[in-house]
Nanobody, 115 residues
């Protein structure tokens, strides 16, 4: 059974930082491309950052220079370090794992940026 489980969300003040984690099980993690998406209320889900099986990264323009995605294949975990958060970062953050044929989603973790 495949599971992706996000953790690390919560309430943070503007300018603060959070680190999200996504632990995967039931897949050969090292061959999967991993991504973080977010969905704010009333908006479509959008890609925040992705990392290939080889470690190449890609970021949405809105988070470049502030967010960092990384992976630890030994722990089957992908991370999203989020710095200098703004209220526009308030959303449910979802972890995605994708191979050529399959795609899996976690249930999401809420991030709220507010003073």
């Amino acid at each position: 059974q495949v599971q992706l489980v996000e953790s690390g969300g919560g309430l943070v003040q503007p300018g603060g930082s959070l680190r999200l984690s996504c632990a995967a099980s039931g897949i050969i993690f090292s061959i999967y491309g991993m991504g973080w998406y977010r969905q704010a209320p009333g908006k479509e889900r959008e890609l925040v950052a992705s990392i290939t099986s080889g470690g190449s990264t890609n970021y949405a323009d809105s988070v470049k220079g502030r967010f960092t995605i990384s992976r630890d294949n030994a722990k089957n975990t992908v991370y999203l370090q989020m710095n200098s958060l703004t209220p526009e970062g308030t959303a449910v953050y979802y972890c995605n794992g994708a191979s050529r044929l399959l795609s899996y989603w976690g249930p999401g973790t809420q991030v709220t940026v507010s003073s």
